[in-house]
């Protein structure tokens, strides 16, 4: 592996391990076992490569979301790709909550917009089908905030030193959701 592709599997793997907060060149540095003049000349600065390892994190998410199969339902669709979404945070709080930080702070992340763009796809095949009670936007805004909000109860788990939450609640969640935005006549 080459030293810049050794950079930023390092800094990937300090944000799961450690988290944004212990992100500095010298522990990156010293994972990657180069010294800080490669890392400056591959990426300009520190946060050079924490956008890169934040772009890759986010590539990676896509890519899996891309991936993964999807049922011909709709609503199903919708559940599993929401169930994929927090699958990834409950296995990588740390760099989950890294990534969030980015796109609070406004820095536009094209891999991060083509996930959102995936949920808006799926909401739209709901609505296709004449079973969405909310506009696609609205549908879309909800479902992603609900995934993010059981996305954070691993990362506050962390911070609270509790256990993650159990199924039941994020069934609850994601059930909740799909409910508010399904019409009622596509309840059954």
């Keep these: 592996m080459d030293a810049r592709a050794s950079l930023l599997t390092a800094a990937l793997k300090l944000l799961e391990d450690e988290g944004e907060a212990q992100f500095s060149t010298r522990a990156v540095c010293a994972l990657a076992r180069v010294t800080a003049p490669t890392l400056y000349h591959h990426y300009g600065s520190a946060d050079g ?3 890169a390892a934040m772009t890759a994190a986010f590539a990676q998410f896509l890519a899996r979301k891309k991936a993964a199969v999807q049922s011909s ?3 199903t669709a919708l559940r599993e790709g929401w169930n994929d979404y927090v699958r990834f945070a409950a296995a990588r709080p740390r760099l989950y909550a890294a990534m969030m930080g980015r796109v609070l ?4 992340i094209p891999a991060a917009q083509q996930a959102f763009a995936l949920l808006i796809e799926r909401i739209a095949a ?3 089908q004449g079973w969405l009670d909310l506009t696609v936007e609205a549908a879309a805004d909800l479902m992603w905030a609900s995934a993010n909000a059981a996305s954070l109860l691993y990362v506050t788990a962390q911070l609270r030193n509790t256990a993650p939450p159990t199924p039941a609640v994020l ?3 994601c059930e909740n959701a799909i409910r508010t935005i399904l019409t009622k006549e596509s309840k059954g």
């Design 73 to 75: 339902d709709p609503v």
């Design 171 to 173: 069934e609850d969640i």
């Design 49 to 51: 490569l924490l956008s």
């Design 105 to 108: 702070s406004g820095v536009q």
């Design 126 to 128: 709901i609505d296709a």
